[in-house]
């Protein structure tokens, strides 16, 4: 089992419309988890990191359940410039190890 | 500060060649690592490094050297080329205890 499972998508979004989704992990002692953004032929860059309680940058809202191992992502209000892909991150264990998903693409369509 | 840099942006090689992929950072991260990243497949550890002077491997190191003599520079070494390794190639460093990584604009490698 991979350690880090995303649904690749495309996620075709209409303009302004709530788009969502998940991705679930195997290592149930995993403490740290991120989003990052990745736009066509770019770097990753740190959207925000996932908070047990659950955390909110604007528009965007990440969420964890331990018990079914798994963090969210919710865009609302989707924007054109939201369409990247996002990359579901692990730590999966000490050094700053990092597990990365597949991504879910997004495109927001006008 | 320049944040991660990588060099160079595209290369292409024969089969057999080696190279360098030159990586520096200028924000004096102790953690650095390389990735490769190919279609379907997400972002895949290659080497990483604590401090300079220690390096280990990640998921996939073979066929690919990395040393640390500074703090700033991390090199990846390709030792034969092979086209299994036609990849992006991305540097990324942090500070222990944040997490956060910073990723360089990346190297396109093609090998024929």
């Known amino acids: 089992r991979k350690e880090v499972e995303q649904d690749p998508g495309p996620f075709n979004v209409p303009e302004g419309a709530t788009v969502a989704f998940n991705c679930t992990y195997s290592?149930?002692?995993?403490?740290?988890f991120f989003w990052y953004r990745q736009d066509c032929r770019k770097e990753p860059k740190l959207l925000m990191s996932?908070?047990?309680s659950g955390n909110e940058d604007g528009r965007f809202t990440a969420q964890l359940n331990r018990a079914s191992q798994y963090i969210s992502l919710l865009i609302r209000d989707s924007k054109l410039s939201d369409s990247a892909t996002y990359l579901c991150?692990?730590?999966?264990?000490?050094?700053?190890?990092?597990?990365f998903g597949k991504g879910n693409q997004v495109v927001v369509i006008p | 500060n320049a944040g991660v840099t990588q060099t160079p942006k595209f290369q292409v090689l024969k089969t057999g060649q080696s190279m360098t992929l030159q990586c520096a950072q200028d924000m004096n991260h102790e953690y650095m690592s390389w990735y490769r990243q190919d279609p379907g497949m997400g972002l895949r550890l290659i080497h990483y490094s604590v401090g300079a002077g220690i390096t280990d491997q990640g998921e996939v190191p073979n066929g690919y050297n990395v040393s640390r003599s500074t703090t700033e520079d991390f090199p990846l070494r390709l030792l034969s080329a092979a086209p299994s390794q036609t990849s992006v190639y991305f540097c990324?460093?942090?500070?222990?205890?944040?997490?956060?990584?910073?990723f360089g604009p990346g190297t396109r490698l093609l090998v024929l």
């Open positions: 990324a460093s942090s500070t222990p205890g944040t997490e956060t990584q910073y």
């Open positions: 996932v908070y047990s």
């Open positions: 290592n149930s002692a995993s403490q740290s």
């Open positions: 991150v692990v730590n999966t264990g000490g050094n700053n190890r990092l597990a």
